[in-house]
């Protein structure tokens, strides 16, 4: 499961973020990870979610965000649910087909390793391919 939230910035979405993060880490009973681009959300989510800064482990392609999702499953099988916040800022770009390929990517991961994916972008969902338009 692939869950894209996409907004302008200031729409809310890292309040919808938040709130779907602490409900997982409560009723979900895999580990909860989530990764975002510097460390803003500390003080907002459970204890029980392990947060991640892409900016520490300098993940800034989507080469790289495959790579480090892959090894954080290899290394964590208990892993239910990871939250990606703004993921055109870890990586740069935009809606374009790269984000697309990445997306049918978690995708894949998902159905695979049974790893559900909420992912957030800061853009107008008008913006989004028609191939991320699935995701919303």
């Known amino acids: 499961m692939v869950r894209l ?7 809310g979405k890292t309040k919808k973020l938040i709130e779907l993060i602490n409900a997982a880490a409560q009723n979900e009973s895999g580990n909860v990870i989530c990764l975002e681009a510097r460390s ?6 459970s204890h029980k979610v392990r947060l991640l800064s892409a900016a520490e482990y300098e993940i800034e392609t989507y080469e790289k965000l495959r790579g480090f999702i892959s090894g954080l499953y290899a290394g964590n099988y208990d892993i239910s649910h990871i939250f990606i916040d703004n ?4 990586v740069g770009g935009e809606c374009n087909h790269d984000a697309e390929s990445f997306l049918r990517w978690l995708e894949h991961f998902s159905g ?4 559900k994916f909420s992912v957030s972008v800061s853009a107008d ?11 919303l």
């Open 5 to 11: 939230i996409m907004g302008e910035k200031g729409a």
């Open 40 to 45: 803003t959300m500390t003080f907002d989510l």
């Open 87 to 90: 993921l055109l800022k870890i």
């Open 112 to 115: 695979q390793h049974g790893v």
């Open 125 to 135: 969902p008008s913006d989004a391919t028609d191939g991320m338009q699935r995701y």
